[in-house]
């Protein structure tokens, strides 16, 4: 499967964004798809999870309540709406798909296949 991340730009701290994953592929809607950031100088990071069906969700603590995360397997794309965005969300954000069991869903090592990265940077 391969994967395109797109919606990043640059919003002020507060605001909202969408993010999209799109796939190519007959077998997207057989992967869990997940949402990871690097900010500079640090390592990628869990965002939020989606399983195959749509059914489960998941997300890192620091983006609970802010962030939702939902796939279209019709349109083979996965969504990252990002709301009431923090400075401290400013990274790029990658997506990527696998079949991670519940212990590796948060992990990179879950995930076999990786989109290029879209920026998304929130000024203060």
């Known amino acids: 499967v391969q994967l395109q991340a797109s919606g990043g730009g640059l919003v002020q701290a507060g605001d909202s964004l969408r993010l999209s994953c799109a796939a190519s592929?007959?077998?997207?809607?057989?992967?869990?798809i997940a949402w990871f950031r690097q900010a500079p100088g640090l390592e990628r990071k869990f965002v939020a999870a989606?399983?195959?069906?749509?059914?489960?969700?998941y997300y890192a603590d620091s983006v609970k309540g802010r962030f939702t995360i939902s796939r279209d397997n019709i349109q083979n794309t996965v969504y990252l709406q990002m709301n009431s965005l923090k400075p401290e969300d400013t990274a790029v954000y990658y997506c990527?798909?696998?079949?991670?069991?519940?212990?590796?869903?948060?992990?990179?090592?879950?995930?076999?296949?990786w989109g290029q990265g879209t920026q998304v940077t929130v000024s203060s």
């Open positions: 989606v399983r195959r069906s749509g059914g489960s969700t």
């Open positions: 592929g007959r077998t997207f809607s057989t992967y869990t």
């Open positions: 990527g798909a696998g079949t991670p069991v519940l212990t590796s869903l948060r992990v990179l090592q879950g995930y076999n296949y």
